[in-house]
């Protein structure tokens, strides 16, 4: 066995390696051939190659010295408008050398950028187009303002397939000379839900145990690589233990960094599967939005969060009252 | 849960009361010498400041000697009248079979020298021909209305303990209540409560109680001069005056920093409004005020101070319609504060750690610590050598070894391997 992450050491170099998104990969591809890439937008769920791809094109298009050509930038460690302005102005204005006139910069968590900040993005990203292309990575491209997104060739990601990842961890478990189980396969896929990093992940943990990987040892890793428990603290709530559920929600924010983002989709989703009455569902929606709203604008998470959880214990009663 | 520690952990013996081991030592020969018939002193004054125990020396020596114990507290001997009606108690020999009673005046600083004044030559009185022992306490013994009284008594001095021996007996309590306790952390409080033992244990209650853990970090806000006393008053108001004007009243007027008081009434307001509806609502409003809070910080526009105070102190405080009131439910440090002091160290760790990882994994630090960190533990507490190789490839240091490891073996076993 080697110890690197594997995520990292059997990520595709080149685009031709990439197994699935093969529109996308045909079209990257021909950007290859032309020596030209427009600016894009890479949308889609985690785990599913958006990164992967974005490298393997520069790799493709600058070959061995690409890193030259390259810059990462995450919206989420650096945000706001200074590191637009200051940061990707800088690298953006520089000519490149070499065939190719331009660099490529990759935003990734570009929907994790305040407005202002895209805002800004736009301006730079028109005054440099000949000297740099970005590629802006995001969940949700509908997070990206309308402005950006006119400016940049779209591309959506979409989730792996069962035998497209199989063949994938295939080929690691080869490599890396590990037992596993049929069972195993199908485990991991299925607490990863396609997301080809979580699985990745899963069994490099599952492999550090040393013994052959059975269902029983896929989930053993993701119990404990996901202790947090968002359905548990919403079902605490609605039995009417406030005080428990906001003790579960503290361990979430500051134990465990869930973002109050993911927390507040469980909540909604949930609510709208739970048997409460039509027209509760309806106000809780009210309610969750506003906070949704309330924590975009930056108020306190958990503070924000507890409103909802009491409400969350409200509905409880009320539930157990009509039932 | 609504006992005062103050009461469940009052000491039985004399031995669990801490400090004034001389005190104790005279206070219980005297009133052993009662046996061989009554000393020249037929009363002893018990003086100190609150709170060292004084009250709890005579109960435990009445215990330890098996004496009845008669207690009498100040609106019991306010007036000549009152005293007058215990007197005959005091005039009478021992118990019916034989055994000694102990009286008990607690508090004489209760009694008021104007009002009183024929209160205070009746107890001279009693004292000149009680039959049986008599104890007065009184912070200050040299007040000139007990100038007679003090003629009549053993005159007993109590000190403050000592910081170390009001530390002991906050780990007896400790021990007690199953709580791990940092000596630095008892300290400052020992120091904080300026060693007046009772109010020592109260603190340690509000911010110790259903923890097993308690720091120094959990002690520090305390060190700020009397702001414990003016927080619970202003929550009191707060949670249960249902007055809206009362409530903002008692905000604005306690010198406390608000963003402190916020973290008070929100960790406390669902303990105390515990019907779903009104927390509804209280909730709510806290929520509306962290928004203002929020709006101040981006504006710098402090004058919206005035409706975070008015979200938090009136919002909370009209919220309260179908809560009942229940018992005594004492008040708890926020625990936000604790879990970010707490968690404060750790969190930068994983910052720093996700530093790395994204310079390798092409994943942010934020992302990082949900996606890759719990994988890497489970990989670094199974796996030393596959935790060797990846320690090498992130160029991770010892702390963030450690950290990923979980244990010092495990950490060992790894930074062995890597040299």
């Keep these: ?323 | 849960m609504s006992t005062t520690w103050t009461q469940k952990h009052r000491p039985q013996t004399l031995n669990e009361i801490v400090g004034n081991t001389e005190a104790k030592q005279q206070f219980l020969n005297w009133l052993k010498s009662w046996n061989k018939g009554i000393p020249k002193k037929r009363a002893a004054l018990l003086h100190g400041p609150p709170g060292i125990g004084k009250t709890v020396t005579v109960e435990a020596s009445a215990k330890e000697l098996s004496i009845e114990l008669v207690e009498k507290n100040a609106s019991d001997y306010r007036t000549a009248d009152a005293i007058k009606r215990f007197a005959g108690l005091a005039s009478q020999y021992g118990t019916l079979f034989g055994g000694n009673r102990l009286i008990l005046l607690d508090e004489m600083d209760g009694v008021s020298g104007k009002d009183d004044r024929g209160g205070v030559r009746e107890l001279t009185n009693v004292l000149k021909t009680a039959r049986s022992p008599v104890v007065l306490t009184a912070n200050d013994a040299y007040d000139p209305r007990f100038r007679t009284i003090r003629n009549y008594c053993l005159v007993i001095a109590f000190k403050n303990p000592t910081v170390r021996e009001t530390v002991s007996h906050l780990k007896r309590i400790c021990a007690k209540e199953g709580i791990d306790a940092d000596e630095e952390a008892l300290k400052l409080i020992a120091e904080r409560a300026e060693r007046d033992v009772r109010s020592a244990v109260n603190d340690l209650q509000a911010l110790a109680q259903g923890k097993n853990r308690l720091v120094i970090e959990d002690v520090k806000w305390l060190a700020g001069r009397d702001r414990k006393e003016v927080i619970f008053d202003v929550m009191r108001t707060i949670l249960y005056s249902g007055d809206s004007w009362e409530a903002k009243k008692a905000v604005s007027s306690a010198d406390v920093d608000p963003d402190m008081l916020f973290n008070w009434i929100y960790e406390n307001t669902p303990y105390h409004l515990t019907d779903p509806h009104d927390l509804v609502k209280a909730m709510d409003y806290l929520a509306l005020a962290d928004i203002y809070r929020k709006r101040i910080m981006d504006t710098q526009y402090w004058t919206l101070l005035r409706y975070v105070i008015d979200f938090m102190s009136s919002g909370v405080a009209v919220s309260r319609q179908r809560s009942k009131a229940s018992g005594w439910i004492p008040f708890r440090f926020p625990e936000k504060i604790r879990m970010l002091s707490r968690t404060k160290g750790e969190r930068a760790l994983q910052k720093a750690l996700g530093m790395k990882i994204w310079k390798r994994c092409h994943i942010s630090a934020r992302r990082s610590t949900k996606e890759v960190i719990p994988y890497l533990k489970i990989i670094f507490e199974n796996n030393p050598e596959m935790a060797t190789g990846l320690s090498d490839w992130l160029d991770l240091d010892e702390e963030m070894i450690e950290y990923l490891a979980g244990n010092k073996k495990q950490t060992k076993a790894i930074l062995a391997k890597l040299e």
């Excluded at chain 1, 910069?105 to 005054?127: F, G, K, P, V």
Aim: glycine share 6%; net charge neutral; proline share 3%.
């Design chain 1, 1 to 323: 066995m080697s110890y690197e992450m594997w995520a990292e050491k059997y990520r595709p170099k080149s685009l031709k390696d990439i197994i699935n998104q093969k529109e996308i990969v045909d079209r990257l591809q021909s950007f290859v051939k032309a020596k030209n890439v427009p600016h894009c937008i890479f949308a889609g769920p985690p785990g599913t190659g958006k990164t992967t791809a974005a490298l393997c094109l520069a790799r493709d298009l600058y070959g061995k010295g690409y890193r030259e050509h390259l810059m990462e930038l995450n919206a989420s460690d650096e945000r706001g408008i200074k590191m637009v302005r200051e940061t990707v102005k800088t690298f953006a204005r520089t000519r490149s050398i070499g065939e190719i006139p331009f660099k490529i910069l990759i935003l990734d968590e570009a929907d994790n950028m305040t407005s202002d900040a895209q805002q800004a993005l736009r301006r730079t990203m028109e005054r440099f187009t000949e000297t740099c292309r970005f590629i802006m990575i995001a969940n949700y491209s509908g997070k990206i303002i309308e402005p950006l997104q006119s400016r940049c060739a779209p591309f959506r990601f979409s989730y792996m397939s069962k035998e497209d990842q199989d063949r994938y961890l295939k080929h690691i478990i080869e490599e890396e000379n590990i037992k596993i189980l049929d069972e195993g396969y199908d485990a991991i896929f299925e607490v990863s839900e396609g997301d080809l990093r979580k699985a990745t992940n899963t069994l490099q943990a599952a492999a550090s145990m040393g013994k052959e990987i059975d269902t029983e040892t896929v989930y053993s890793v993701i119990g404990r690589a996901n202790p947090e428990d968002i359905n548990k603290m919403i079902k605490t709530a609605m039995k009417g233990d406030f005080l428990e559920a906001r003790k579960q929600l503290r361990e979430m924010i500051l134990k465990y960094g869930v973002a109050g983002s993911d927390i507040i989709k469980q909540i909604h989703t949930e609510i709208f599967r739970s048997m409460l009455p039509d027209s509760w569902k309806v106000t809780l929606s009210e309610a969750i939005g506003e906070i949704d709203f309330r924590l975009i604008q930056g108020a306190d998470v958990e503070v924000q969060l507890s409103a909802l959880l009491a409400r969350l214990t409200e509905a409880g009663q009320e539930l157990s009252r009509g039932g």
